[in-house]
């Protein structure tokens, strides 16, 4: 990417007066992609390199929905095709209705919007979207310290063409869309983030814009999704388990170092107490599984194996059903046609 002083002298290709543009396109943007893109602005800023990524969603008509985005690849200024690919067949093997619809573009310096900069990767980028241009979405970390404005740090434009057919774009206006199952998973970003965020700030002194737009975007979004009772009751059980969990690992690792010291002492030294406690270790040891971890890890592959197999199966015959579906059709229209040619005529 440029640097600052070349996009100063860059004219803007953005469109700024759009009184006189319209659009129909309607975008949904969903928490998930709004948590993964500011944690790529996380790590962006304590690397000091420019991110950029995909967003996963789909297009009905000029209505769009972002659900998931991903990190390219870049070497030496060039994004890696290969990976994208294949990342783009892995969302498409999980989830049949999602494609790449836009890309998103995380700067570290001024303009923090469209510049000639990012043209050639705009364009390069349209072969993954229909040969037409995709949705740029770029991160604004800017935070006016005079305002109160709880507006998201994130833009998203469509790519428009003057009468030279030069790209312009234009900002196009989104709004917050969530599935129920989303609304657990922000929830719980919300309130890990109110205990985290003073070590937080403490690790990123040097960038608390970042920290303050990350937090404003989570809370932003819980404010308007997370009312709900259900959620809550989720979390609380996740929470449950996860406490248990830990106090299992912790009396688990009591009884590692007692047995790591027992071995360091002689058997004379031993007490009551001491066999009684082995034989303890022993009986609740016999009663775990000894079966082969390996097997059983080879197990739940074939299984997630047999299971896509099973998918493509399954996929065959409904397009076997179609194609036998659409013969059937053309058969009967056959047939019609067929009766209206005279006998003398036909073959």
Request: include cysteine; glycine fraction near 6%; hydrophobic fraction near 40%.
């Amino acid at each position: 990417m440029a640097s600052s002083t070349e996009t100063d002298q860059t004219p803007s290709i953005v469109l700024r007066n759009q009184s006189g543009h319209s659009t129909d396109l309607t975008i949904g943007l969903h928490p998930l992609a709004i948590l993964n893109i500011s944690d790529y602005y996380t790590r962006a800023h304590l690397s000091g390199k420019e991110l950029l990524g995909g967003l996963i969603g789909k297009q009905t008509g000029r209505d769009v929905s972002i659900e998931q985005s991903f990190e390219f690849s870049v070497t030496d200024g060039n994004i890696n095709e290969e990976l994208v690919v294949t990342k783009l067949e892995q969302f498409k093997t999980c989830f049949e209705t999602l494609d790449f619809v836009g890309w998103f573009y995380i700067p570290l310096q001024p303009p923090y919007e469209p510049s000639e900069a990012i043209l050639s990767v705009h364009q390069y980028l349209a072969k993954f979207h229909n040969d037409t241009p995709p949705l740029l979405l770029i991160l604004d970390p800017r935070i006016d310290s005079m305002t109160t404005s709880q507006k998201l740090p994130i833009t998203i434009y469509e790519t428009l063409f003057t009468e030279e057919g030069k790209p312009v774009f234009a900002e196009v206006q989104h709004r917050i869309e969530s599935f129920e199952a989303e609304h657990v998973g922000v929830l719980y970003v919300a309130k890990q983030d109110q205990v985290v965020q003073p070590s937080h700030d403490a690790i990123v002194s040097g960038g608390s814009q970042l920290a303050e737009s990350s937090t404003s975007a989570q809370k932003d979004v819980s404010e308007d999704l997370l009312h709900n009772n259900d959620a809550e009751e989720i979390v609380s059980q996740i929470n449950s388990q996860a406490n248990a969990v830990k106090m299992l690992a912790a009396r688990v690792d009591i009884i590692r170092r007692y047995l790591e010291y027992i071995m360091t002492i002689p058997e004379s030294a031993f007490t009551a107490a001491d066999f009684e406690i082995l034989r303890e270790i022993n009986a609740l040891v016999g009663q775990l599984s000894t079966e082969n971890i390996t097997a059983i890890a080879q197990g739940q592959q074939f299984d997630g194996l047999l299971a896509a197999l099973l998918g493509l199966v399954t996929k065959g015959v409904k397009h076997g059903v179609d194609l036998n579906a659409k013969r059937n059709t053309l058969d009967v229209q056959l047939r019609g046609r067929m009766d209206k040619i005279p006998s003398l005529l036909r073959p």
